[in-house]
């Protein structure tokens, strides 16, 4: 199946700074979601973003399906961006969103 | 416009017992996947379901678990005769036509074998 590899497994930030997140696939996608996990468990969808560049607020992500990578922005980071970050796939039709291992993000005051 | 619900958000159950996990979709949505996440690990697919049809269930272990999505009410995964490996947090996502549209989780269930 698709391997999807995120980077860098663990990153610690100091409250204002700025960072980037990986995430490389191994096939073509139709389909390809950040997700950020809260402390809580809770887990909420970033972006939806097979392809191209979205902005939202502080975050953003460009995804070059060609070259098999996602990248997700965060800006002056917070102390609620703490949590974990996933990046998920989707090979082809009607099949299953696959996760990568996710990148957890510490933001110090 | 409610989200996705799970319930309950915690379950305790003892060796042996039958775990049952309930799933109501986003308004709209007919389309139902079921994740499972251990400790420090990210999210296992289970299975992928609509109404009364399972489209596919290879991530589903072979015995003891089961899911559905009837056409009136919620999905249940249901898993007989639980094992402490079965302690986990479940997700339920739903999404309104296919796995290529956004996906959006509900809260999780965390059960417990004891």
């Known amino acids: 199946g698709i391997q999807v590899e995120q980077s860098p497994p663990d990153l610690i930030l100091q409250e204002g700074a700025n960072s980037t997140l990986r995430c490389n696939f191994s096939d073509s996608v139709n389909n390809l979601q950040w997700f950020h996990q809260n402390p809580w468990g809770q887990l909420i969808n970033l972006f939806y973003i097979p392809s191209g560049t979205k902005q939202n607020g502080r975050l953003s992500a460009t995804t070059v399906a060609t070259e098999r990578y996602s990248l997700l922005y965060i800006s002056s980071s917070q102390t609620t961006d703490s949590g974990v970050y996933f990046c998920a796939v989707v090979p082809g039709a009607n099949s299953k969103l696959t996760f990568g291992k996710g990148i957890t993000l510490s933001v110090r005051p | ?114």
């Open chain 2, 1 to 114: 416009n409610a989200g996705v619900m799970q319930n309950p958000r915690h379950l305790v159950r003892r060796r042996g017992q039958e775990a049952r996990l309930r799933c109501s979709p986003m308004k709209g949505h007919s389309h139902v996947y079921w994740y499972r996440q251990l400790p420090e690990e990210g999210l296992k697919f289970m299975v992928y379901l609509q109404k009364e049809n399972i489209i596919d269930e290879s991530g589903m272990p072979k015995e003891r678990f089961s899911a559905e999505f009837p056409k009136e009410g919620p999905s249940i995964l249901r898993i007989q005769q639980v094992v402490r490996g079965d302690s986990a947090a479940y997700f339920c996502a739903s999404s309104p036509r296919d796995s290529n549209e956004k996906l959006f989780f509900g809260s999780g269930t965390q059960l417990s074998v004891l």
